[in-house]
């Protein structure tokens, strides 16, 4: 270290030999107590252990690159990517942890506060601990029950075939968040062994909106989508989300109201009202139209809206024969 940079002569891919700064592609180095290692880049065969009360700060790990939380020893705002894979042995304490491809392994008695998987895998063994937000965009995989004090937000990008948690009865929760803007169609397995969750999920958007509360075997519409949780007799927890088409073209007479499009959720409630009056006659249907009988002179406002949504669509007013 010279003028509070690091230095280290190493070999690149074309086997030339490179001054590189600030960053380590080979060897081990040692954060010892009372020590502190800022803004380094570590890559290839390099690994760092940072031992009993030693700090790392700002820290990215990449292909093949390797970082140690030992007994004691801390990290903070550290980038896990690709090829990168960091270890928080027990007693060690990580925070602000971004991984983005690479892997995270929590011993027991091993603390990790505040992470965001991106892509990549956080893996838990009994006993490790979570404090702060836990952000899964990829997968958290526990052998054994950890002791969880963070708030667990699942992120949904692409449906995919395997669980984003494997085995939620190891992870002690008792509420799940669920961020699903923007969340392509498709099901979305959220976590195994789930029979034991009895909660609902809090459904946002990126920005923390809140859309609504799920509980298994409901379903929620909010806007042109439609999610509905659900628990297998198998024990996993999923979300479907699907687009539903709304109603884009409304026609009316005083003999029969109808639309253009089926929603996925396939129920309507249509109201009609005489114009400049508040109440109104409901009618429900599951088909694209209602007829009117012997509709009394008079010109009359409606609407039509999808059952169990927020969705609606105002029709011209229609007159029935002999009104003014």
């Keep these: 270290m010279y003028q509070g940079r ?24 040692n954060v010892a107590a009372g020590e502190s290692l800022t803004n380094v880049e570590i890559t290839s065969a390099a690994r760092l252990h940072v031992r009993a009360d030693g700090t790392a700060d700002d820290l990215s790990l990449s292909s093949g690159g390797v970082a140690y939380a030992l007994e004691l020893g801390t990290i903070r705002n550290v980038s896990v ?46 006993g490790a601990i979570l404090d702060g937000t836990i952000n899964i965009g990829g997968t958290i995989i526990l052998d054994d029950t950890v002791q969880n004090n963070a708030n667990i937000n699942l992120i949904l990008s692409a449906p995919s075939d395997s669980a984003m948690i494997n085995d ?4 002690s929760v008792s509420a ?12 979305y397995l959220l976590a195994g062994n789930a029979s034991g969750f009895t909660e609902s999920i ?15 075997g409901e379903t929620l519409q909010s806007g042109d989508s439609c999610y509905s949780l659900d628990l297998s007799q198998a024990g996993t927890l999923s979300l479907n989300v699907k687009s539903v088409s709304v109603p884009i073209t409304l ?65 011209d007013r229609v007159t029935a024969s002999g009104s003014e």
């Design 81 to 126: 990517n690709d090829g990168g894979a960091l270890f928080v042995a027990m007693a060690g304490r990580v925070e602000n942890i971004t991984v983005s491809g690479g892997m995270v392994h929590v011993a027991t008695g091993g603390v990790v506060e505040n992470v965001t998987i991106e892509s990549g895998t956080l893996y838990l063994y009994g």
């Design 202 to 216: 809090s459904v946002t958007t990126s920005e923390g909106e809140l859309l609504g509360e799920l509980a298994a």
């Design 6 to 29: 690091y230095y280290q002569l190493a070999l690149n891919n074309n086997a030339e030999l490179v001054l590189m700064v600030n960053a380590f592609a080979a060897g081990v180095w």
């Design 251 to 315: 026609t009316g007479t005083a003999e029969r109201l109808s639309w253009s499009g089926i929603a996925a959720v396939n129920s309507f409630s249509v109201a009609l009202s005489k114009a400049g009056t508040a109440t109104a006659i409901r009618l429900e249907t599951t088909a694209s139209g209602v007829d009117l009988y012997a509709l009394p002179d008079g010109t009359y406002d409606w609407s039509v809206a999808m059952t169990n949504g927020s969705i609606s669509r105002n029709g």
């Design 168 to 171: 939620l009865s190891r992870l």
């Design 176 to 187: 799940l968040d669920v961020t699903v803007n923007p969340a392509a169609e498709g099901d």
